[in-house]
């Protein structure tokens, strides 16, 4: 009796490990993240005094005398009309909004690129 209970243990053993050998294994479920907090896309535009550490009328007044220096009409500052910032990976974004003027007089003459100095003009009437 006491081998044939071994035997029949032995038995439910081997059938069993060899059955479970041959069923596939149960895929686990992926489950979906929960939405994210955070919105995609850039933070918003804050208000900035435009003062500190930029100044942002010599932003505007810079941004003038480019435009003019990549070759587009003359154009004079008159003044602020918003200053934002924002910051996008720890780096400080300023956004200057200014009211221009198309100068009608006063416009330099253009020089031959490498020859000679740019003629400066004194004229600043609008």
Known sequence: MKYLSII????????ITIDGKK???????T???PPTTI?????K????????PLDARLI???AAALWYDCGHKYFKFVKLNSTETRTINEIHRYRVRYYAKK????KPE????????????QNWDV
């Open 60 to 62: 505007a007044e810079n």
């Open 8 to 15: 029949i243990v032995l038995a439910m053993l081997i059938f």
């Open 110 to 121: 253009k020089c031959c690129e490498g020859k000679g100095k740019k003629k400066v003009f």
């Open 103 to 106: 100068c009608q007089s006063g």
């Open 45 to 52: 535009w804050r208000y900035w005094d435009g003062k500190k």
């Open 23 to 29: 069923k596939p294994k149960k895929k686990t479920k």
């Open 39 to 43: 919105s995609i896309g850039p933070p």
């Open 31 to 33: 489950t979906k993240k």
